[in-house]
């Protein structure tokens, strides 16, 4: 099975958010072998029914990666590195200005990281919340595709657009949904390492470990699955960019240490229900490269490097119940959950150039993120005019943030009834309820309509209505229409609400117009929630294996939060001099816009050899007011593979990716803005790999390859389009013992 060929196919899903009753599988870009997989797999978990969702069926914008193909790609650390291979999907920095470029995360359809949510097993994960918000929209961190190992995934959903609708706050370029796999009829149990190892000395190598154990504790009532993780990826060489940045101000990538631990207990109440508890603990240690955000080079740095020290810890804690039932009007799905993320940081300037730049070798500052979770949904099908299967359900979440270093800024001033000093409150929350009905109604048996409507309500902003409506219509035997529209939203996120944020400047990162000190930016609690309205439409071909489509997308992007430019007062400050400064808020801006082409074709060549790949062009990613992008991403991306079933035991691929040229932003607001902008755009490249997979025994498989064949290297050298480090060849090796 050629890895991009699920793009646009009807998915199988354990989301319990669109799981559809009775439904049968019917994923027709599998092979036969896959198939063949898939029924094994459900054989061994009799208490989670496989079914193909109806309303995802409906989606142009929807992907399927499976387990089979995740094996066949090169060994990676971070999940994001499989996800960005879906089209429509990019990896790009935290914010406007690109200036943490190598800290990249998964970007869906140009509308930027912040406006894609990750979900492990249908529950949002909101760590990277727990990492300060700075003025440029920017957070120093990698995101949250890293706290599940690739070799305990069982699928992962990549939906886009109007499919996403359904979420609710955060969906608006669209969702991840990471399921991992689900405990075993009979006891299985497999030990796995593996390594990448860079051809050039100055790139960071990866090692792992991994183990999981599954199995029944009490016949097929009770089951289990446990299993834990290891690895290590180094941090590049503090000089690895010097042949193009002298100053040495603009490092590699950071090195990052894993730890993680995962258990589930699956109790089958009776043959109707069942009930699950998961508990994970995972930390992640960044490993310190040479920089933070522009740092510049200092003895205190420089022996953190020398060290391969840890500059960021983050400890997350997760814990979850969820039941399911099936019953003779339909089925159930509720859960509730509670996450802990403890994101301890070393401590960092705060102020206009030095914002982010590490300050203190010794002191460490913790911000403490809670998220809890309650849901449900029920899925009925109903025989009224026409066959037809209602979802109804609702989330509520509540999250609570405490973080003494965004509000550590020296300051002692009030402003609009907020006394604004040392002691102004770290804490933050906020609640989001929603209620949400849709419809997947069958017209005919060609014509599928599924209309759909969530009404959310949140503690600071009120209500939001997101509508939808999707369509499919088959024309013939061989073509599908599908389109669909959807109105989306995101909520302020919590450092945007909070009245007592404050972040200051002393000139770099002021709005032009400043008094004769500097500039203050605070929270805003009468923010309004971003909007799109997500409008697709596409259409499929499937014949005899071969698989084509192609879609539209168009996106029109309301009230992005940006720091504002208004002047909303002036304050005189005393300090080692008197000054007066300007005070900024938060504010909602005007308009954006994003609309691009997704495609993808497969072809089997021969009966064990199958060409895959996908496409995809932005025609045009735009915020009105500057003619800037939102994001910094590629003008168009191509991923293929050939796949070839060389025997029973030995598979091999090769697998390429080609980056059309990247445009930089033209005056985004950055640190080092006095002394000009970078406006150098990075040239398009390819990227060639090749892998080979061989199941030497029933219980042991060894994997090998090469990726980057032609050793393309990209340095990071400004603030341009140019933000990011390309590592060169790499050479991987995995082995995998099982029972």
């Known amino acids: 099975m050629a890895f991009a060929a699920t793009s646009n196919s009807t998915t199988a899903t354990q989301d319990p958010l669109l799981k559809t009753p009775n439904a049968q599988t019917t994923q027709q870009n599998h092979s036969d072998k896959d198939k063949s997989s898939e029924t094994k797999a459900s054989e061994v978990e009799p208490n989670i029914t496989v079914t193909a969702s109806k309303m995802l069926d409906q989606q142009p914008g929807a992907s399927i990666i499976t387990k089979k193909e995740i094996d066949k790609l090169p060994p990676v650390n971070d999940l994001k590195d499989l996800i960005r291979r879906m089209p429509g999907v990019n990896l790009t920095g935290n914010g406007n200005t690109g200036s943490r470029g190598n800290n990249r995360q998964i970007d869906i359809r140009g509308m930027g990281p912040e406006n894609t949510l990750i979900l492990i097993d249908g529950v949002p994960v909101k760590s990277r919340d727990s990492v300060r918000y700075d003025r440029t929209g920017e957070r120093d961190t990698r995101g949250d595709t890293n706290w599940v190992p690739a070799s305990e995934v069982a699928r992962i959903e990549v939906l886009r657009g109007p499919a996403a609708a359904i979420y609710g706050s955060g969906a608006m370029g669209g969702v991840v949904n990471i399921i991992t796999k689900r405990p075993t009829k009979k006891w299985h149990g497999s030990f796995s390492l593996y390594t990448n190892q860079p051809r050039s000395s100055k790139e960071g190598a990866t090692k792992r470990a991994n183990f999981d154990l599954s199995g029944p504790l009490s016949s097929d009532v009770l089951t289990m699955r446990l299993y834990g993780n290891v690895n290590k990826t180094d941090a590049d060489s503090p000089n690895i960019n010097s042949s193009v940045n002298s100053s040495n101000d603009e490092a590699g990538m950071e090195g990052v240490r894993n730890k993680d631990i995962n258990a589930l207990l699956s109790w089958k109440m009776s043959e109707r229900q069942t009930t699950n508890f998961k508990y994970g603990f995972s930390r992640q240690g960044n490993i310190y490269a040479g920089d933070t955000a522009l740092s510049l080079a200092s003895d205190a740095t420089e022996s953190l490097v020398n060290a391969g020290a840890e500059t960021n810890r983050m400890y997350r804690s997760s814990y979850v119940i969820t039941h399911t039932g099936y019953w003779s009007w339909g089925n159930t799905d509720s859960s509730l959950s509670y996450s802990a993320t403890r994101n301890s940081r070393m401590d960092e300037g705060l102020t206009g150039k030095v914002d982010g730049q590490i300050t203190s070798a010794e002191s460490f500052s913790t ?200 002047l909303v007062g002036t304050v005189a400050v005393d300090g080692w001099y008197s000054s007066t400064y300007n005070v900024y808020q938060w504010q909602n801006t005007g308009k954006a816009l994003v609309r691009g082409l997704e495609a993808n074709l497969s072809v089997p060549l021969h009966r064990d050899l199958k060409f895959s790949t996908n496409a995809t062009y932005m025609i045009e990613n735009k915020i009105y007011s500057t003619g800037n992008p939102i994001s910094i991403i590629p003008k168009y991306t191509l991923n293929s593979m050939l796949d070839w079933q060389a025997s029973d035991k030995l598979d091999m691929n090769l697998n390429y990716t080609f980056y059309g040229r990247r445009k930089p932003r033209t005056n985004a607001t950055i640190r080092n803005d006095s002394y000009g902008m970078d406006t150098t755009a990075l040239g398009s490249y390819g990227l060639l790999g090749m892998g080979a997979n061989y199941h030497l025994t029933k219980h042991i498989s060894l994997g090998a390859g090469m990726s980057n064949i032609f050793d393309k290297v990209i340095l990071r050298s400004g603030n341009g389009g140019n933000t990011f480090n390309q590592h060169g060849r790499a050479y991987y090796a995995k082995l995998t013992a099982s029972f």
């Open 367 to 566: 911000s403490h993120l809670r998220n809890y979770r309650g849901a449900s949904k029920a899925d009925i099908p109903l025989d009224f005019i026409f066959p037809q299967t209602l979802t109804v359900g609702f989330d509520w979440n509540h999250d609570t943030l405490n973080d003494p270093f965004s509000t550590g800024q020296s300051a002692s001033f009030d402003y609009d009834g907020v006394d604004y000093d040392e002691n102004s409150s770290p804490k933050s929350q906020d609640t989001l309820f929603g209620i949400y009905a849709a419809n997947s109604i069958k017209l005919t048996q060609s014509t599928t309509l599924v209309p759909a409507v969530r009404l959310d309500h949140h503690n600071e902003f009120g209500y939001n209505w997101s509508p939808s409506l999707n369509l499919s219509q088959q024309l013939g035997a061989m073509f599908t229409l599908k389109a669909g529209i959807a109105r989306t939203f995101k909520a302020p996120n919590l450092y945007q609400l909070n009245p007592n944020y404050l972040e200051l400047s002393s000139g770099n990162g002021c709005p032009t117009s400043q008094a004769s000190g500097g500039c203050y930016l605070i929270g805003n609690a009468d923010l309004k929630p971003e909007r799109s309205i997500n409008s697709e439409i596409g259409i499929e071909f499937k014949n005899a294996g071969y698989v084509a489509g192609i879609t539209y997308f168009h996106n029109d992007y309301q009230n992005k939060i940006v720091s504002g430019t208004d």
